[in-house]
């Protein structure tokens, strides 16, 4: 094994790095890190049927209606804590509010308010149950999620200060949720305003460095794409196979901040690029992306920024998978560039090149790696990687 490699799997034994030890609560990316006070609309939201105005978000459903915001990322839940101020709820006849925390596969746990009883909801692989509930009064305006151990702890409050803990119950949820707040107006009418989620909160997202996996098992952080002939398993390193042109691979839902921080892959076989290679990491303005295509018959290593409003190949070069066998995409500490580099079997790095950004925000990036055939030519091929973030220093 080669030294720098066995030191960070040593490492990664004594601080548990691909997963957190069991009595150490995360400090960064749980649903703690996502604070908003509605002062306008924000990126961290998608509405539907709802305005932000005056400093909080109004919700308004009508009969067979309903008013929702989710979050598009995705954000850890156990050793998080979700806080969500009211500013006024106004439930008529059988109308309901919802605050759902969602994993990707559906399984959610959250809390519903219809008429005075707020009641625990959990959806776990379709079967819904409803363990624990409590009277509520309209002045509790404020409510709080958090989960410890696998176990979901509820509570409300009149200020925010002092809250009243209602019974735990077990959470089937283990990997990051989406926050989905809606009014539902059954037959009569909702109405919600929000004033805040997680006031003052200071927890921010991870660096990028941290998401850490040898692909010796497959990580709930992981979302895999679909697609019919698309396969993709981790089985002491990652397996992808496909012959579409629709990407295939996998992706995270939660946020990475790309600031200072970089992010590395080792790729251990990409043929000819047939199925080509893309490695990757989406900002808001645009994805960084490192990737291995077959062109002319030849195997080629291209590093660009590719968005709506840039489109900027600056690196383009004869693949060797010797000499390319690590990718990494870095912002080099105090600066807004974008760094594309690779090594060989030995460790030692080579930029292959660095592009400005314009000051684009770095703090939201997700990881892609997706494999893509358009070559249509019917013959599965398959794309072999490993050690993501366990790459040479």
Not at 309 to 326: A, K, S, W
Request: hydrophobic share 40%; glycine share 8%.
């Amino acid at each position: 094994m080669r030294q720098w490699l066995a030191g960070a799997l040593a490492l990664c034994s004594s601080t548990s790095c691909l997963e957190a030890p069991p009595d150490a609560a995360p400090t960064c990316g749980t649903v703690r890190s996502l604070s908003e006070t509605f002062e306008s609309e924000s990126p961290l939201w998608e509405q539907h049927s709802s305005t932000v105005s005056a400093g909080a978000l109004d919700l308004e459903a009508g009969p067979d209606a309903t008013s929702w915001v989710i979050t598009p990322a995705g954000y850890l839940l156990e050793g998080g804590e979700l806080t969500t101020q009211f500013r006024r709820i106004q439930l008529d006849g059988d109308a309901e509010l919802h605050i759902y925390l969602v994993e990707v596969d559906d399984d959610s746990i959250g809390l519903v308010l219809q008429g005075s009883t707020l009641s625990v909801a959990i959806d776990s692989d379709g079967d819904e149950t409803s363990p624990a509930s409590t009277a509520w009064d309209e002045d509790q305006l404020w409510w709080r999620v958090r989960q410890t151990y696998g176990r979901f702890e509820w509570a409300i409050s009149v200020d925010g200060v002092t809250w009243m803990d209602q019974e735990p119950v077990a959470s089937p949820v283990t990997g990051p949720v989406v926050v989905l707040i809606e009014a539902y107006g059954g037959t009569a009418q909702a109405t919600a305003q929000i004033e805040a989620v997680n006031p003052g909160s200071e927890e921010e997202a991870c660096p990028v460095s941290s998401v850490v996996d040898d692909f010796a098992t497959e990580l709930p952080r992981w979302v895999p794409t679909g697609g019919e002939t698309c396969e993709v398993f981790s089985d002491s390193a990652l397996h992808i196979r496909n012959d579409q042109p629709d990407p295939c691979g996998l992706y995270t839902i939660e946020e990475f901040d790309l600031q200072g921080s970089s992010v590395g892959l080792e790729v251990m076989e990409a043929g000819d690029c047939d199925l080509s290679l893309s490695f990757a990491v989406a900002l808001p303005a645009f994805a960084a992306e490192l990737r291995c295509l077959n062109v002319d018959g030849l195997p080629k290593l291209i590093a660009g920024l590719y968005g709506d409003d840039i489109d900027r190949t600056f690196v383009t070069v004869d693949f060797d998978p010797l000499e390319h066998h690590y990718w990494r995409i870095a912002n080099p500490p105090g600066t807004d560039n974008i760094e594309m580099s690779v090594a060989g079997l030995e460790g030692q790095w080579r930029v292959l090149g660095t592009q400005a950004t314009g000051g684009a925000a770095l703090d939201r990036a997700s990881i892609d790696i997706f494999g893509v055939d358009e070559s249509m030519d019917g013959v599965v091929e398959e794309l072999l990687l490993d050690n993501l973030n366990l790459v040479p220093p």
